[in-house]
Every structure is written in C-alpha cells, then in structure tokens.
C-alpha cells in the first residue's frame, strides 16, 4: 500500500553545497576555464585569436565572442558566471548585428558563431556535471515515506546518499547521468522565433538568428510545470493533500519563479494557477477582427523593440504591440499543451496506472478518500544570508504567499521530516 504523500520537498543546488558538493556556478567557471580548449578540440571548432594594443595575443571562444563584447572580446567576468542561467538572455542582438553585418557572408558567420557557443556551453555544462563526484555516503539521513521531492538539481545526491527511492523524486531540469535531458537557462524568451525577420534579410535576418538562441536556452518553464503535472499524477500526488512545503538551498532566482507561484497557487485555498500573460486578457480580441498584416507588424515590433535595438535606448512597447505579442505565446503554448495532453492520453491508455476512472485524475492512495483541503499549505524555507532572506522575501510576495517560515539551516529544516530511526550528523 502506498503511503499518502503530503510533503513536498524542493530541492536546489543549495542542498548539495550543504553535503560538500563544489557544485556553484563559480565551479562551473573554473572548469570551463580549464578545459575549454579540450572542449573546442572535441567538438572540430576552432579557437579565436585576440591581439593587445601591446601586441600580444590569447585565445577565446565564440562564447566570449557572443555573451560577451565583440569589439572588445575578453574572457567573460565573474558576475556573467555567477549568474549563468540569467546571462544567457543577455545577447544584445544591436551589437552583434552590428559587429557581423549585414550581408550574407556576416549574417553566415554569425549564426556560425552563435550556434557554436550554444554547443559549446551544453557540451562544457554537461561534462561539468559528469565531473562531480557524490560518492556513495550514507548520512544516515532517511526522510519519511510522506515525502515527494521536486529536484532542481541534476545530481543523484539523494538516491546516493539518503536512500530515497527514484520513483519519488522528479528532475525537473533533468539529470546529469541523462545529457539529453539537461534544461538550463532562463525564462525570458519562450516565444518561437519570427521566421519573417529571416525572410527580410539583413540586421532582421540577425534579430532571428540571436531569437533562435535566445528561445532553445529559454527554460519553458510553463512546459515544465505541465510535465510536473504528469509526473504527480502518475505518483498519485494529489495537490490537496500537500499539508507542508519545504525548500531546501533554493536561490528562488528568477528563473524558476513560476514553479514557486505554480506550487502557491495549487496549495492555496483561494488563489487558482494564472499565467503572468493570462488568455483572460486577449478575451475581448474577436480573431475575425485582427488584421493578419498588422498583427505581425505589432509582433516585429515587439521583437525589436525588447531584443534588438540599442540598449542605451528604451522606447516603450505599445498596448498593440504586447497583445499581439500575448495572443501569438498563448497560441503557442496552447498547441504545446494539447500536444502534451494527447501524450498523456495516450500514456494512460496503453497503462493500467490508473484501472477505473471516467475520466483523467489523481489516482488514489491507499485506498483513502481524496482530501478536501482546509488550509493553505505551510512553506519551510532555508536561507544562507541576509541577502538570500531579503530575495526570497521578495519572491514570496511577489507569488502572493504569506504562509512561510525561514530557516537558516539545512539541518534544522529537515528534523521534522526524518524518521525516527535516522541519525543527522
């Protein structure tokens, strides 16, 4: 009999840095560093030769060359590693365009070089997490059988070390024994690129080619939250019946702050899950009434407006310009959701998961009757400093949620989800 599961623990890179794990973005840095020129030889792609006014020279990738200046290429600072996923949206489209050109032998070289730095930071990205050695140290540590885990982490940190059994942990970003299932990035750039800045050629024909970058390193995180839905489901988790959430050594960066308002609004009583860019929004736009034509120009100016022009100059979007822009993400999504529910569909036809029911549902447990929730669920939050605590403060108003606690360490948070018989070091 499977036991009912009101716990949810979140687990983030925070959790390994507390078993020792050198698993920070500045180690990430490190090892990039050090082995980039293996990288490049591994992959046929070849290094870029930089002069000093002085005369000398060093080498650099098209990773510089892209995330950083190009007119004036160094090896990328500290804060664009330290805060890695975020930097990926950072491209500036204005100066690239205008570092390649616009002919066709420029816009050639630089989705050359564009792609190869997307390659080329997967490749470092997923040997970097090869490299990390868990090791199999028992801590004693055994959380109780209440407990689901959502794991923003790639590592295996807690099959190897706490016992916990796969099928109650969900990699929401994949795993690092699994490259192809990596997903690292940001969150500011899901739209599909606009094929028509392709076709106008020149410094449009650049836009779409940084677009391309900017959407495979976006995280889709609303995709995610609908491959979490599946995957709770499958568990037999019911969001009812989650009495407590614990966050254990997440950074609560933006990136992520839409799992943290998705998890608020499914544990709350009184809010129901809303995308930032609500459909209830575009309700009053009659498709009849929209003007194909002026529809995309709205949407090629969006575009050029938050990604391509020159960042020293801001020229607001228009009401028209961020509907259109609205209307063509809903659409997009909403073809990726319906693909999603088919596969889902289809997954339980072909399964005896769930043996009799009308209809798609959360399979009970123990043969309990589903729960009725009565209150909102109780957040349990660790942080490492003043600065940590002021960020996820901010994150949690911004998600609307007042039913939390911090905690300043690790090994306080877990206590009460250990069993009796585990012994915490």
Same mark, same amino acid.
């Given at each position: 009999m499977l036991k009912k599961k009101d716990t949810l623990v979140i687990i983030g890179n925070g959790f390994d840095r507390w078993q020792n794990l050198d698993t920070s973005y500045s180690s990430f840095q490190k090892y990039y560093e050090e082995h980039r020129?293996?990288?490049?030889?591994?992959?046929? =792609? &070849?290094?870029?030769?930089?002069?000093?006014?002085? &005369?000398?020279? /060093?080498?650099?990738? @098209?990773?510089?060359?892209? *995330? $950083?200046?190009? /007119?004036?290429?160094?090896?990328?600072? @500290?804060? /664009?590693?330290?805060?890695?996923?975020?930097?990926?949206?950072?491209?500036?489209? *204005?100066?690239?365009?205008?570092?390649?050109? +616009? @002919?066709? +032998?420029?816009?050639?070289?630089?989705?050359?070089? =564009?792609?190869?730095?997307?390659h080329i930071l997967n490749v470092a990205f997923a040997s970097w997490l090869e490299s990390i050695e868990i090791g199999e140290e028992d801590t004693g540590i055994r959380f109780g059988e209440n407990c689901y885990f959502i794991n923003f982490n790639y590592t295996s940190t807690l099959e190897k070390r706490f016992c916990v059994d796969s099928s109650d942990i969900y990699h929401i970003h994949g795993e690092a024994d699994d490259p192809e299932s990596i997903v690292v990035g940001h969150s500011a750039h899901p739209q599909e690129p606009l094929y028509e800045? *392709?076709? /106008?050629?020149?410094?449009?024909?650049?836009?779409?080619?940084?677009?391309?970058?900017?959407?495979?390193?976006?995280?889709?995180?609303?995709?995610? !939250?609908?491959?979490?839905?599946?995957?709770?489901?499958l568990s037999g988790i019911n969001p009812d019946d989650i009495k407590d959430i614990y966050v254990l050594g997440h950074s609560f960066g933006m990136a992520d702050i839409q799992y943290f308002q998705f998890l608020n609004c499914e544990t709350n009583l009184s809010m129901r899950y809303l995308d930032d860019e609500s459909d209830s929004d575009l309700n009053g736009d009659c498709e009849a009434? =929209?003007?194909?034509?002026?529809?995309?120009?709205?949407? =090629?100016q969006y575009t050029i +407006?938050?990604? $391509?022009? @020159?960042?020293? !100059?801001?020229?607001?979007?228009?009401p028209e310009e961020e509907r259109a822009f609205l209307r063509r993400l809903s659409m997009e999504q909403d073809e990726r959701d319906r693909i999603l529910e088919n596969d889902f569909h289809e997954l339980l036809s072909d399964s005896d998961i769930f043996s009799s029911q009308d209809e798609i549902g959360y399979k009970e447990v123990a043969s309990e009757e589903p729960t009725c929730r009565v209150q909102d669920a109780m957040w349990h939050i660790t942080y490492f400093s003043e600065d940590d605590e002021n960020r996820i403060k901010e994150a949690m108003e911004r998600i609307g949620c007042t039913n939390y606690e911090l905690i300043s360490s690790i090994d306080e948070a877990i206590k009460p989800l250990v069993t009796e018989k585990a012994v915490v070091s």
């Open positions: 020129d293996e990288i490049l030889d591994k992959l046929g =792609i &070849g290094k870029i030769r930089v002069f000093d006014k002085d &005369g000398s020279s /060093f080498d650099i990738s @098209d990773v510089e060359l892209i *995330y $950083g200046n190009p /007119f004036k290429p160094a090896n990328l600072d @500290d804060d /664009f590693w330290w805060r890695f996923e975020d930097s990926l949206a950072t491209i500036d489209a *204005y100066r690239i365009n205008a570092f390649f050109g +616009k @002919d066709d +032998k420029g816009l050639k070289e630089m989705s050359k070089s =564009i792609d190869n730095a997307r800045l *392709y076709d /106008f050629g020149g410094r449009f024909r650049g836009l779409y080619h940084v677009e391309i970058v900017l959407y495979e390193t976006d995280k889709h995180v609303k995709d995610n !939250i609908n491959l979490l839905i599946a995957a709770m489901s009434t =929209i003007d194909p034509l002026n529809d995309l120009y709205n949407r =090629i +407006k938050r990604y $391509g022009n @020159d960042k020293s !100059i801001t020229e607001e979007m228009t």
